[in-house]
């Protein structure tokens, strides 16, 4: 059975601190490997991840994806307060619009 | 960037009436739309997935003739919840791509109360 496994499944830092989440899966025929970061709507597009330890980055996020460990993680480093989220990881199979997703990393940062 | 945007944000209706949500990609043609339900503290169900100019795919246990799906456009999915219950009470976020090998992209989501 397809399965995208995220863990912590919630965290609480103080601002300035660095976190790291992480995704793990077992998905047949992957094709990509997504971050969203979901506040109180919809989720929001961080990352999109198709090859082995390249990292992606954006401002103080980034995300490295290992494709023979079946896992990716995202880092954020010197929180703030506004990263508080919910931290979403889908993998998307190849056999087309499929997609898989965990069930979530809940992020506090508190001042 | 790609934009979908979905109305009403928040609708809450009595029990028995029917209830549509609009999903519209904005700024590019989207073929297949995705329609998911969210409970709280829990990730995203697929419901369906919509495409443009055929019947939609439902997931297992997603019943067909009370979530009613219609991609009628490149632009434009709607989903309706007929005969709402208070257990359809949910959030139900519709998302899309604009080619098969982008990201999704979400709508910000449709709080439905049904009392």
């Known amino acids: 059975e397809d399965k995208v496994v995220q863990s912590p499944l919630s965290l609480v830092v103080h601002e300035g601190d660095t976190v790291t989440l992480n995704c793990s899966y077992e998905?047949?025929?992957?094709?990509?490997l997504l971050w969203y970061k979901q506040e109180k709507k919809a989720p929001t597009f961080l990352f999109m991840l198709?090859?082995?330890?390249i990292e992606k980055k954006s401002g103080r996020l980034s995300s490295i994806l290992d494709k023979k460990e079946l896992f990716s993680i995202l880092n954020i480093t010197a929180t703030q307060t506004g990263d508080s989220a919910i931290y979403l990881c889908?993998?998307?199979?190849?056999?087309?619009?499929?997609?898989?997703f965990g069930t979530g990393t809940s992020l506090t940062v508190i001042p | 960037g790609a934009v979908v945007s979905q109305h009403p944000s928040r609708v809450i209706c009595k029990s028995g009436t029917s209830v549509k949500i609009e999903c519209r990609s904005l700024?590019?043609?989207?073929?297949?739309m995705f329609w998911y339900r969210q409970f709280p503290k829990q990730s995203l169900m697929l419901m369906a997935t919509?495409?443009?100019?055929?019947?939609?795919?439902?997931e297992q246990g997603v019943e067909k003739d009370k979530f009613l799906i219609n991609h009628a456009s490149l632009t434009l999915s709607t989903l309706t919840v007929t005969s709402a219950h208070p257990e359809d009470s949910s959030f139900y976020i519709c998302?899309?791509?604009?080619?098969?090998?982008?990201?999704?992209?979400f709508g910000n989501g449709t709080r439905l109360t049904v009392t």
């Open positions: 998302s899309a791509r604009e080619e098969p090998n982008s990201p999704l992209h």
């Open positions: 998905v047949t025929n992957f094709r990509s």
């Open positions: 198709t090859s082995s330890g």
């Open positions: 889908a993998v998307e199979a190849s056999t087309g619009n499929q997609f898989y």
């Open positions: 700024d590019f043609q989207a073929t297949t």
């Open positions: 919509s495409n443009e100019g055929s019947k939609a795919t439902y």
